[in-house]
């Protein structure tokens, strides 16, 4: 993409592969919250780098017309590793490092589609030592929509390695 | 992989009893694969889950995207392993990553995998049937990279053909 979209700027702020940005220390105990993630309106361009990326050929994430064949809503369903990829991010900010994040596991629940407002969640549920680095287990999620309409788009679990000591 | 398909549709391909299904794909083993990361799809692939790239360390999703672009199976010859296709609606359940390392940009990856478990269920809306994949990346050092379990929902909103 050429141009950020406006609505996406939250997503991309403190991020840390960007290397211009300070990712705030993570606070290590169990029970804190993995800083959220938002993106007001999930745009439709990324749904088609994708589909060329993963070689999927479904034209529900790039055709409109054949959503409305099918009538679904005239709104491309994001991919669902796109959606993975907002809770990886979040983590990733969180722990301030690319390759942190070591283990995911994740169940898909509901659909979003292009426009649709989500936020990642996140919450510390474990923490080991491993020499220097820290271990930490959380639970995740990305939510749907605002307020009480808000739903639960996937759920589960991850492993963020830390490096050094913190806490 | 995400349902594209009406009530009315869901279901045009005859499949078979569980039983069969089991003995059929349970401990399969797919042709293996490799999956090469371009710095190009590297960057647009984490581009497009909206976070800025990293030149050396790939997105965690590649293990899913490596996994998936480069098993020995495309997705229309898996949905016909298990008596479905795009036109009946499977969908993507649950994915699971365990990575030994990070996975660089650049690096090629081999691709192995197998049926791991085939069950059907009962839901809300009718019967479904779970089959697990589990995908194994190694490096060019030979050493497993990550492991990426892959767990396809087939909707069976009617029933089985027999055998």
Redesign the interface.
Same mark, same amino acid.
């Given at each position: 993409m050429a141009t950020e979209p406006s609505e996406v700027a939250s997503a991309r702020q403190g991020d840390p592969t960007s290397g211009l940005s300070q990712p705030a220390s993570p606070r290590l105990e169990v029970g804190a919250a993995i800083p959220a993630l938002e993106i007001s309106a999930v745009p439709t361009g990324p749904m088609k780098v994708m589909a060329l990326v993963l070689r999927d050929p479904n034209p529900i994430h790039f055709d409109t017309e054949s959503l409305r064949r099918l009538d679904l809503p005239e709104r491309p369903i994001n991919q669902g590793p796109n959606n993975v990829g907002y809770v990886l991010n979040s983590l990733t900010a969180w722990a301030g490092e690319p390759g942190a994040v070591e283990a995911f596991h994740v169940r898909f629940l509901a659909n979003v589609l292009a426009g649709d407002r989500v936020v990642t969640g996140g919450q510390v549920t474990e923490i080991s030592g491993d020499g220097q680095d820290q271990v930490v287990t959380c639970s995740v999620w990305l939510d749907r929509g605002p307020g009480h309409d808000q739903d639960r788009v996937l759920e589960g679990t991850a492993r963020v390695r830390l490096r050094g000591a913190r806490g | 992989?995400?349902?594209?398909?009406?009530g009315e549709r869901v279901g045009v391909t005859p499949f078979a009893s569980i039983e069969s299904l089991r003995e059929r794909l349970i401990g399969v083993r797919l042709p293996v694969g490799s999956y090469h990361i371009t710095a190009h799809?590297a960057w647009?692939?984490?581009?497009?889950?909206? *976070?800025?790239? #990293?030149p050396e360390?790939a #997105?965690? +999703?590649f293990a899913?995207?490596a996994g998936?672009?480069g098993m020995g199976w495309d997705?229309d010859h898996l949905f016909t392993q298990m008596d479905s296709s795009?036109q009946d609606g499977p969908?993507?359940?649950? +994915?699971? *990553?365990?990575?030994q390392?990070?996975l660089r940009v650049g690096e090629t990856l081999v691709v192995t995998g197998e049926v791991t478990e085939v069950v059907r269920k009962q839901g809300s809306v009718g019967q479904f049937d779970l089959m697990t994949l589990t995908l194994g990346l190694s490096g060019e050092d030979g050493e497993v990279a990550a492991v990426v379990t892959n767990r396809f929902v087939f909707p069976r909103w009617r029933s089985p053909s027999g055998d």
């Open positions: - | 992989m995400d349902p594209t398909t009406d799809e647009l692939a984490a581009d497009a889950t909206l *976070v800025t790239p #990293h360390i #997105h965690p +999703l899913y995207i998936i672009c997705l795009s969908m993507f359940g649950e +994915l699971s *990553v365990e990575q390392r990070p």
